[in-house]
């Protein structure tokens, strides 16, 4: 796992919030989403957080998001994670 990946994971952790992550070394299409990644958010490198289907940005933008509260209210904003075929099928 990256430092990074790490860190944008211990965030939420710190926020008693479980994410729905994307293991993307882990899965037989990982490289199709990274592509697809780098097409729809104009970034291929991992972290990518994505909030409610809103894409926040990678660690250290979630770090900052923390850090400002708006990741509390982009939380808050509503009670469902985005779960993995909503997320693929906008990649």
Do not use: W
């Amino acid at each position: 796992m990256c430092r990074y990946c790490k860190r944008a994971k211990s965030v939420f952790e710190s926020m008693s919030v479980k994410p729905f992550v994307l293991e993307l070394d882990e899965r037989e299409d990982g490289d199709d989403i990274q592509q697809a990644l780098g097409k729809f958010v104009g970034r291929r490198t991992v972290p990518q957080v994505f909030i409610n289907g809103v894409h926040l940005g990678g660690s250290d933008d979630t770090v900052a998001a923390q850090q400002s509260g708006r990741l509390k209210k982009l939380l808050a904003g509503s009670a469902s994670a985005v779960n993995a075929e909503n997320l693929k099928s906008e990649l």
